[in-house]
């Protein structure tokens, strides 16, 4: 049971026997006594007690003035006066100088000291939830006025408090602000297109009702700047008036660096597609006077030389395409992809008669890049021109872990141990270089790894590892 230490000051020694044989009974409270005040004010300065019980009528110092002192002193120790007097003015200045309660002597001993217990017990623990209670609104308000981000306080539909954070941020006062409501400082139509006031209500009642609402909002400060916010709205448990809270996050800046990136990206692809149309357009007419002079050049040394030309209008060509693929890479949101689905279509755009694939890709889904299908196609195109004249790929997949690993491997000649990490470099190869590399950026935008682990000599082996929360199993979930 929790005990309460009590200090019990009586100039009457058998009151105070009897007095704390009583109080201690139930093992609530822990009793020290003292027959003065003086003596009493001299241990609360030495150590805690949990309230106070006094006489009224003493010698040198009566309760009324013990009480004056503690109050003075020790201003949250609870105190009950207990005496024998029963004038009202004692009772009147003893609550007018904060005590806590009052009992008279006299009755039933037993009946006496139980309400007088009673009435400790209470005063303590309502002085102490009254302390909790402070001790939490000072830690709250410490957070919410120390908080980076602007706080908001609604009451209603309407502004009751803000922290200083948000007069800062939004170069107003807190008299401007309060009792105003939030569509007075919105813009009129809001990033999803519906009007302030509508939209406003909407995301409040759904707050009130315990939804706790995180949405983009656009505020028009009083000096008539506009602010780009994201905006959190919950409801705050209190008793009274119903009430919510607002965090508001400025992201202006990163709205506008995003508006000038996007920009900029739109017109650096303009330029690229308009540059690599004009590439293309040179390099048809590059080929076309190459056909023409091959039907008039009998010459075998300039028929070589016009061979060499043509390999690397060939390679210029491939180099284009490439630019077209790295240029579309990460351009739209990653989504879960079919990994069956992906396989038979690079397959199938690879258009080679000779491939035997054998697919075992199962029916789980990965989380990657748009261009996946551009990975599964460069590794079969590099099966078939370097497998032989009947290339063969197998494509399998199985758990390790909480990830998924995926395998494609072929019955080609393989890669020499010192060349497994370099054929992810750009440039590296007999072709252009460019399709292993564009292989592993592919998988990087969404943090799937790719490696070769083949045995030299016994073909290429590929080891695709999705990582955890990167995959899943159709119709399954995540």
Sequence with gaps: MVRYSVLYVDDEPA???????????????????????????????????????ADYQMPEMDGIELLKEVRQHFENIPFILFTGRGREEVVVEALNCGADGYIQKGGDPHSQFAELEHRVVRAVERRRAILALRDSEKRYRALFEGANDPIFIFEEDRFVDCNEKALETFRCTREFLIRKTPWDLSSPVQPDGVPALASAVEKMQAAYSGQPQFFEWRITAPSGKRYDTEMSVSRLDVKGPRQLQAIVRDVTARKQTEAALIAANRKMHLLSGITRHDILNQLTVLQGNLEFMRERITDPVLLGYMDR????????????????????????????????????????????????????????????????????????????????????????????????????????PGIPAHEKERIFIRGFGRNTGLGLFLVREILLTTGIGIRETGDPGRGARFEILVPQGGWRVRDAGA
Excluded: W
């Excluded at 009974?25 to 805690?48: C, D, K, Y």
């Excluded at 079919?338 to 054998?358: F, P, S």
């Design 309 to 412: 030309q043509q390999q690397a209008l060939g390679f210029i060509s491939r180099q284009i395409a490439f630019t077209q693929d790295y240029q579309d890479l990460g351009v739209r949101a990653p989504d879960y992809r079919g990994l069956r689905e992906c396989v038979a279509h690079a397959a199938a755009d690879l258009d080679a008669r000779d491939l035997t694939l054998v697919s075992e890709a199962g029916e789980f889904e990965i989380y990657a890049d748009p261009m996946l299908e551009k990975v599964f196609y460069n590794l079969f195109e590099n099966s078939v021109r370097y497998a032989g004249p009947a290339p063969e790929v197998r494509v399998g997949c199985r758990r390790r872990g909480e990830s998924l690993l995926i395998v494609v491997e072929d019955n080609g």
């Design 15 to 53: 009151l105070l026997e009897i007095g704390k044989l009583f109080l201690e009974r139930s093992g609530a409270l822990a009793i020290e006594t003292v027959s003065s005040a003086r003596e009493a004010l001299n241990l609360l300065g030495e150590q805690r007690c949990d309230a106070v019980v």
